[in-house]
């Protein structure tokens, strides 16, 4: 069973957010156990302080090392734990990076806030720094429920159909294709007719041809990195000469 633990100043976010869908069930099938630490628990002093003013000066508070580095000693991390620092300074976060953190047994996970946190929890504390994408945000702990979805859905048992999981957008570097469903006729919008063709190979050759066009349309950066097939280097050429029907 995997084993999440956050470390936050807002644990009810954390729980609101991890109590439905697949992941509520997740946890209710003993797939994850999910945990949610207040950091101010950890803070010294009568009033638990877990901020305070920069060195050097400047506008905000930044979130001290002590009572970080205490929550992390509390849930009693091993060698293989992964300690996971989410802040803008971070690593962008994929979905093979999503892979990679399934197949662990225990996640720690700290949200930072304010202006930021102590840099000795990025330099010794924390094994990964994980930004979720070039902007600010309040603090961590959106990030932090991102992760976590990500992460369980991929968990063996998470979902009823895990064939489902190989068809995801970026399950193979590239965008997913379009999803259509009753009815067949919607105010002059038609269905493609090849996915009610009944005709299994045209429809699978129809939806790789989707993700290609859309991924080379719309992310050129990951259409770039991508691995492709022969086959696909055979339907684009059909694209580009205008022979397929988008």
């Not at 930072?112 to 902007?135: F, K, M, N, P």
């Not at 269905?191 to 993700?211: D, E, F």
Request: proline letters at 6%; aromatic letters at 6%; charged letters at 25%.
């Amino acid at each position: 069973m995997l084993r999440i633990e956050v470390i936050t100043l807002f644990p009810e976010v954390i729980e609101a957010g991890v109590s439905y869908s697949i992941v509520g069930r997740a946890r209710e099938w003993g797939l994850v156990q999910i945990r949610a630490l207040q950091l101010r628990d950890f803070a010294d002093g009568k009033h638990k302080k877990t901020d305070d003013e920069p060195y050097g000066g400047g506008a905000g508070l930044v979130l001290k090392p002590e009572p970080i580095f205490k929550a992390v000693e509390a849930c009693q991390p091993t060698a293989d734990t992964r300690i996971i620092l989410l802040e803008p300074q971070g690593r962008l976060y994929t979905q093979s990076l999503a892979h990679e953190l399934a197949e662990q047994a225990h996640l720690i996970l700290i949200c930072g806030h304010y202006e930021g946190v102590d840099a000795r929890v990025r330099e010794h504390l924390a094994t990964d720094v994980i930004s979720i994408g070039d902007y600010v945000l309040t603090g961590g702990e959106l990030p932090a429920l991102i992760v976590i979805d990500s992460v369980v859905r991929l968990l063996p048992g998470a979902i009823h159909s895990p064939e489902s999981l190989g068809q995801d957008s970026y399950a193979d570097g590239l965008l997913g294709y379009p999803q259509y469903t009753r009815p067949e006729v919607f105010r002059g919008l038609h269905a493609p007719s090849v996915l009610l063709s009944g005709n299994h190979g045209a429809i699978a050759r129809w939806r790789r041809l989707q993700q290609l066009r859309l991924t080379r349309t719309l992310r050129p950066d990951l259409f770039a990195k991508a691995c492709l097939t022969q086959e696909d280097v055979a339907l684009l050429r059909e694209l580009n000469a205008g022979a397929t029907e988008p």
